[in-house]
């Protein structure tokens, strides 16, 4: 069970390490899967693709390599999929965003569950970002949010690389200790874990290449790769 796993999975200084991405999948066209919700998806104004597509949210231990929790939905909702697993999340993990998940909702939703994240940052994710993008002084900002417990303050934090004219910003409610331009850029690093593990799924193990056509049959080729 996942319990008797935790205790053994790797850690860095004390917290474990999650990823959240999207991938999209090809579906056969079966009267089971279009019954089920699953569609094409638009190509343009009037047209759809022939084939359904379906949308996995997959949370990633990084460390581990292992999934901690999917979602498997007839439309891309990584967003409000991450909102509704923030709280199962434990105390001393940190989950990993790219820059399409950082949202007030995102970080207070971390907040109030006294768990972590950083997330990497738009140059135009708010009026405040943009002001510290811009700012060529500032490498430390800082915003508060109401959360249940109050006021809670995240951190961002900008890393310049020199073969890029805009700096890298991310967020994160993480401690001091933590906070450098460094140590996050290594840290988020770690993010690509999830990447690749789509393309394991999809190019090693040929997920897409169903021996099923029911949408049951799906869920169970899609879990036993995951296992």
Same mark, same amino acid.
């Given at each position: 069970?996942?319990?008797r796993?935790?205790?053994?999975?790797?850690?860095?200084?004390?917290?474990?390490?999650?990823?959240?991405d999207?991938?999209?999948?090809?579906?056969?066209r079966?009267?089971?899967?279009?019954s089920?919700?699953?569609?094409?998806?638009?190509?343009?104004?009037?047209?759809?693709s022939?084939?359904?597509?379906a949308?996995?949210?997959?949370v990633?231990?990084?460390?581990?390599?292992?999934t901690?929790?999917?979602?498997?939905?007839?439309s !891309? $909702?990584?967003? /409000?999929?991450? =909102?509704?697993?923030?709280?199962?999340?434990?105390?001393?993990s940190?989950? %990993?965003?790219?820059?399409?998940?950082?949202?007030?909702?995102?970080c207070?939703?971390?907040?109030?569950?006294?768990n972590?994240f950083?997330?990497?940052?738009?140059?135009n994710?708010n009026?405040?970002?943009?002001?510290?993008?811009?700012?060529?002084?500032?490498?430390?900002s800082?915003?508060?949010?109401?959360?249940k417990?109050g006021?809670?303050?995240?951190w961002?934090?900008?890393?310049k690389?020199?073969?890029?004219?805009? !700096? $890298?910003v991310? /967020?994160?409610? =993480?401690s001091?200790?933590?906070?450098?331009?460094?140590?996050?850029?290594k %840290?988020y690093q770690?993010r690509?874990?999830?990447?690749t593990?789509?393309?394991?799924?999809?190019?090693?193990m040929?997920?897409?290449?169903w021996?099923?056509?029911s949408?049951?049959?799906v869920?169970?080729?899609?879990y036993?790769?995951l296992l």
């Open positions: 069970t996942w319990d796993f935790h205790s053994h999975r790797p850690t860095f200084n004390g917290l474990v390490f999650y990823a959240i999207g991938w999209q999948f090809t579906l056969p079966t009267k089971s899967i279009v089920a919700g699953f569609t094409g998806r638009a190509t343009s104004r009037y047209r759809e022939y084939m359904p597509k949308y996995m949210t997959h990633y231990d990084v460390l581990s390599e292992t901690k929790a999917i979602a498997f939905n007839s !891309p $909702t990584e967003l /409000a999929d991450a =909102l509704s697993m923030i709280g199962t999340f434990e105390p001393n940190v989950t %990993l965003y790219d820059r399409a998940y950082f949202s007030k909702a995102l207070i939703a971390h907040l109030d569950a006294g972590f950083i997330a990497r940052c738009r140059s994710a009026a405040q970002v943009k002001e510290f993008f811009e700012d060529a002084e500032k490498g430390v800082s915003m508060f949010y109401e959360t417990y006021r809670r303050k995240i961002f934090i900008k890393v690389n020199p073969s890029k004219t805009m !700096p $890298t991310y /967020a994160t409610n =993480l001091r200790k933590w906070r450098s331009a460094e140590i996050f850029d %840290l770690l690509w874990g999830a990447e593990s789509f393309y394991e799924m999809s190019e090693t040929k997920l897409e290449q021996h099923t056509k949408y049951n049959g869920l169970q080729e899609i036993t790769t």
